[in-house]
């Protein structure tokens, strides 16, 4: 067990919908990453958060969205869900940016289908 | 894109050692290499990293060439647990994405 915890653990919905995935770090950590992995496309990082501030930005389309909020937990909105969209979400937490290294632990994931 | 060239796939029997090799030959001075393993969809688990140095813990070693352009990582004795796909990565500093390429599908068979 990672200490990150992802809900939902599956998500079932329709093109054209929308909805919001949810992720908490581990205890103390203030840098959550959302990744993709698709069939096609692997493992892609899409944005990082760093004590509430977005940090970096990666592949996440214009129709994606996130937030972190004071208590540090993340969410991840996907609008106008496409059949595309379907894929495993994974988020991961750090506790720091700069002075040291910082390990990234993985949470279980959130498998969303798009029908 | 990826920095590293991972083989596709690699078997290896149950208890023996399995030896994953990782090319970094365009890694900086100030990048280091790590490595994660993800089984069957789960969540990518963390690993080992390193510089220079080789290092080891409770799941596996990392060796890294002198010039620093390759590294292996290994697993001594090998169990069914440990089939997965591993990721070389190569990261320059604290606080930024990691960038995953393909990895290698280890599988370890009784």
């Known amino acids: 067990d990672s200490g990150v915890t992802q809900t939902p653990k599956h998500l079932i919905t329709a093109t054209g919908q929308r909805v919001t995935l949810r992720c908490s770090p581990r205890?103390?950590?203030?840098?959550v990453y959302w990744y993709q992995q698709s069939l096609d496309q692997g493992l892609q990082f899409l944005i990082q958060y760093y004590n509430g501030e977005e940090r970096a930005k990666g592949n996440i389309l214009e129709r994606f969205s996130a937030q972190q909020f004071p208590d540090l937990h993340s969410e991840l909105n996907l609008s106008s869900l496409e059949l595309g969209d379907s894929a495993l979400y994974f988020c991961?937490?750090?506790?720091?940016?700069?002075?040291?290294?910082?390990?990234?632990?993985f949470g279980p994931g959130t498998r969303l289908t798009v029908l | 894109d990826a920095k590293t060239t991972q083989p596709t796939s690699m078997d290896c029997a149950e208890g023996r050692a399995a030896n994953l090799p990782c090319n970094h030959s365009?890694?900086?001075?100030?990048?280091?290499v790590y490595w994660y393993r993800q089984i069957h969809s789960q969540g990518p688990q963390y690993i080992i990293h390193?510089?220079?140095n080789n290092e080891t813990n409770e799941m596996a070693s990392l060796i890294i060439t002198e010039d620093r352009k390759s590294s292996t990582l290994i697993l001594p004795h090998a169990t069914l647990r440990d089939t997965a796909v591993y990721y070389c990565?190569?990261?320059?500093?604290?606080?930024?994405?990691?960038?995953f390429g393909k990895g290698t599908t280890l599988s370890v068979s009784s």
């Open positions: 390193g510089l220079k």
């Open positions: 365009t890694i900086s001075g100030n990048e280091y």
């Open positions: 990565i190569v990261r320059v500093q604290a606080g930024t994405a990691l960038i």
């Open positions: 205890s103390g950590d203030l840098s």
């Open positions: 991961a937490s750090s506790a720091r940016l700069a002075g040291g290294l910082d390990t990234q632990y």
